[in-house]
């Protein structure tokens, strides 16, 4: 597809887009009145989400259909209070058989694998085996040498501070010329971890360590690498081991191959517009997100691995601390997006504070946020990815689609029943200054806000 000189300038800086930008959405506020008058029977603690003790399982069911008739090829959700479970599905999985999704599929998550690496290197934290506020260089010298290994910290990886910039750009090198060529190429190409954190190394940095939070894929493959330094385990096989399994997952795994094994939707990427009509990319060799991005998990997995990291089932109490200890994750313009800990970010919403994360991969993007006590939880995927517009600013252009996502959202999480037209974006999604590329692991969502 080729692109007039000023479109490929506007596609270049959607390319860059930073993910303090990607999870604008949370700043679009739910209007206070109808977000934060809490249901009867209600309760309302410090710390956690006021709604009733139950799910309104039909009103769910509308709110996940609405999503559908919004233009979302096909969707599938879990919602849980305490024991009492919900899960949905609407659309089709397949857009030229129209094959239905259904609630259990797996899906390519993105980024919600930085909490299961996360997990893993707290765990060898607790061990005595690393220590958060290290230099990367006592464990990973020849990696990262010099002045900039001494300075960069375990810690400062996982809350992404380091300053190190996303290897995306370098990976898919189309992408700054307004082409997703290098998206097709990749397919299945096979990358190894030392030349993602190379490409993301060698890249002009994003500001000094410990300066600002800037999100970048690159921090967690280097995570991944540290483990297998210390574990002297290949990095996957270990947060099989000890995280997922120890979670008690029955469909959550690193694909071994470019396929996906079990029961799944096509999953069609649109990059903005760039690629008319969406494409299946559900085929994709992994390897280029690793230990930052690969895992395929179902909703419901997703949600009982937040349950059991939140409930003290992985980490020991200091440590979870200390993946709760959170800093500011500010937009290009210096706004507070949220509140990002180790692999993890707390969002507040009009019913209390959520842990969770968004992810998206080429083709898919999945959400989930959970109550401080793993109660109330909420996790869904979409197989439709970038699906927006673009101004001629460079600014991503809202539709349906986000307000029926926000409004499912609201539901799911605090009751509450979000406006029907669509919210306009706090903040361009194309900073002028290219920052690194973290569109394909993340996800912006309109979520309930406090006092907005």
Avoid at 354 to 362: E, K
Avoid at 397 to 406: E, L, S, V
Wanted: hydrophobic residues 40%; glycine residues 10%.
């Amino acid at each position: 597809m080729s692109l007039p000189r000023p479109a490929r300038r506007r596609r270049a800086r959607i390319a860059s887009t930073t993910t303090a930008v990607m999870f604008s959405l949370v700043a679009a506020a739910v209007p206070a009145q109808a977000a934060t008058a809490p249901a009867p029977g209600a309760r309302t603690t410090a710390g956690t989400t006021a709604h009733p003790g139950h799910l309104d399982h039909k009103a769910l069911d509308k709110k996940l259909a609405a999503l559908h008739r919004a233009g979302m090829y096909g969707t599938y959700a879990a919602v849980r209070e305490g024991r009492d479970a919900w899960r949905g599905a609407a659309g089709v999985a397949d857009i030229a058989t129209n094959r239905p999704v259904g609630p259990q599929m797996q899906q390519r998550v993105g980024s919600l694998t930085k909490a299961f690496t996360a997990v893993a290197v707290l765990q060898q934290v607790g061990a005595g085996r690393i220590d958060l506020d290290a230099p990367i260089a006592r464990y990973l010298p020849d990696l990262v040498p010099g002045e900039r290994g001494r300075q960069i910290t375990v810690r400062m990886l996982l809350n992404h501070t380091s300053g190190i910039a996303d290897y995306i750009l370098g990976a898919f090198p189309s992408l700054l010329k307004g082409s997703a060529e290098s998206i097709d190429t990749n397919r299945y190409r096979h990358f190894a971890p030392e030349e993602l954190a190379r490409l993301g190394l060698q890249a002009q940095p994003t500001g000094k360590p410990g300066e600002k939070w800037s999100y970048a894929n690159t921090n967690y493959v280097i995570a991944g690498m540290l483990l297998q330094k210390v574990t002297g385990e290949d990095p996957q096989k270990y947060i099989t081991r000890n995280v997922i399994r120890k979670a008690g997952l029955k469909h959550t795994y690193f694909p071994t191959s470019a396929r996906i094994s079990g029961p799944h939707s096509k999953m069609y990427e649109s990059f903005y517009g760039l690629i008319s009509p969406a494409r299946d990319y559900s085929t994709y060799d992994m390897s280029w997100a690793g230990t930052a991005g690969a895992l395929v998990a179902t909703m419901e997995d997703v949600n009982d691995f937040y349950r059991a990291l939140l409930t003290g089932g992985l980490l020991a109490p200091a440590e979870l601390r200390e993946m709760q200890t959170t800093v500011e994750a500010k937009d290009a313009e210096g706004n507070v997006q949220m509140h990002y800990g180790l692999g993890i970010a707390a969002v507040d919403t009009a019913c209390g504070r959520f842990w969770g994360h968004t992810g998206s991969v080429w083709g898919a993007e999945t959400v989930t946020y959970s109550s401080p006590d793993g109660k109330r939880q909420m996790t869904f995927g979409l197989n439709r990815a970038k699906y927006q517009q673009i101004d001629a600013t460079g600014h991503v252009k809202p539709g349906p689609i986000d307000a029926a996502t926000g409004a499912f959202a609201a539901k799911a999480m605090c009751d509450s029943d979000a406006p029907a037209e669509p919210r306009q974006f706090a903040h361009p999604a194309a900073p002028k200054a290219l920052e690194g590329l973290s569109v394909p692991l993340t996800r912006p969502l309109a979520l309930p806000s406090r006092g907005r």
